[in-house]
């Protein structure tokens, strides 16, 4: 038996407590299969900042999910425990010191056994969560929605930004080379270099155009192909949608992907009638920046995209 969210019934979805999906908190079970772990840090980014207001923004806009996911079939949080581990105290002030406590918080919460997702927070926070599972699993494929590479190099010469998690994962050797992908890449860069790099460091790209071209199953195959026969890290970069499905976020690109495209493609990640679905070891959704949201609709997105994934978690357990 597990214990799930407060009953809609019983306490109206806009009370009760401010846990994601109204969760108990990890203090409040035995054990969870799943950790769900804020991360309000922001000192990454190269733009408009605010996404260290992100984890408590994602829980608000997380009320209204319901119990039952009918396009999988499951009803992930009786499938699964989860639990909202609260939020990590990552210093402002010293990026360094602050990936360390990431890492080694989310190395304690996998070490107990759960699948940790982290709620961001600005990307830098994959690299820390890369070398936490790093340090259980060996190389990850890295399975990377986002409208951008995030491979560059440095910003003002700065190693560790939002621009630059995976090239230091790549050359930490924290990634698997042959199995990675970015999805959702578009927009301008700063030059074509950027890509030749980019593919020496081990990604190959969908870019969002492919989605109008091959549609979404096309476009998860290619997926399913390349990450299969690993443990996959799952990062999620709210700005993969268009700015009109997540305005709320620091660097937003036009000609993104619907929420319907993203929330499919996830759903596509999980177990098929003759494949088993991918082996996912942790996930994070990050860049969800609240100021300059709108009705929560960034927040929405961020809430149903960690809902798929736990649907798709619980498919892939039962
Ligand atoms: N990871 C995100 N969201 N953005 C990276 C953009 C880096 C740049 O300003 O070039
Ligand atoms: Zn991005
Ligand atoms: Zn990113």
């Known amino acids: 038996m597990t214990i799930g969210p407060v009953d809609g019934q019983q306490v109206p979805r806009f009370a009760g407590p401010p846990t994601f999906a109204r969760l108990p908190r990890l203090d409040e079970v035995s054990r969870a299969d799943v950790a769900i772990?804020?991360?309000?840090?922001?000192?990454?980014?190269?733009?408009?900042?605010?996404?260290?207001?992100?984890?408590?923004?994602?829980r608000q806009s997380s009320r209204l999910l319901r119990p039952y996911h009918p396009a999988?079939?499951?009803?992930?949080?009786?499938?699964?425990?989860?639990?909202d581990a609260g939020d990590l105290?990552?210093?402002?002030?010293?990026?360094?010191?602050?990936?360390?406590?990431?890492?080694?918080?989310?190395?304690?919460?996998?070490?107990?056994?759960?699948?940790?997702v982290g709620l961001g927070g600005d990307h830098t926070l994959a690299l820390p969560a890369l070398?936490?599972?790093?340090?259980?699993?060996g190389p990850l494929a890295v399975l990377h929605f986002d409208a951008h590479l995030d491979t560059w190099d440095t910003y003002f010469g700065a190693p560790y930004t939002h621009g630059t998690p995976f090239r230091r994962a790549s050359e930490e050797g924290l990634i698997d080379q042959e199995r990675s992908m970015h999805v959702g890449i578009r927009g301008p860069l700063y030059s074509a270099a950027d890509l030749d790099d980019d593919a020496r460091l081990g990604f190959a790209v969908v870019r969002a155009d492919d989605y109008e071209t091959d549609g979404v199953a096309r476009t998860v195959e290619r997926m399913r192909r390349r990450l299969?026969?690993?443990?996959?890290?799952?990062?999620?970069d709210i700005d993969v949608l268009d700015p009109a499905a997540a305005p709320g976020t620091g660097t937003p690109e036009a000609g993104g992907l619907t929420s319907r495209e993203l929330l499919h493609s996830l759903r596509g990640l999980g177990p098929t009638g003759d494949e088993p679905g991918l082996d996912i070891v942790g996930i994070d959704v990050v860049e969800v920046a609240p100021a300059y949201d709108h009705a929560e609709i960034t927040g929405i997105a961020a809430a149903h995209v960690i809902y798929d994934l736990l649907a798709v978690l619980a498919a892939n357990r039962s």
Request: net charge neutral; aromatic share 8%; hydrophobic share 50%.
């Open 37 to 58: 772990v804020g991360l309000p840090f922001d000192a990454g980014v190269s733009y408009r900042p605010g996404a260290r207001f992100g984890p408590a923004h994602i």
């Open 72 to 83: 999988v079939g499951v009803s992930p949080f009786a499938s699964l425990q989860v639990a």
């Open 89 to 116: 105290a990552l210093n402002p002030f010293d990026i360094t010191g602050a990936l360390d406590a990431c890492r080694a918080g989310i190395l304690g919460l996998a070490q107990d056994g759960a699948t940790v």
């Open 131 to 137: 070398r936490a599972l790093h340090a259980l699993h």
């Open 228 to 236: 299969a026969g690993g443990p996959v890290y799952l990062s999620v």
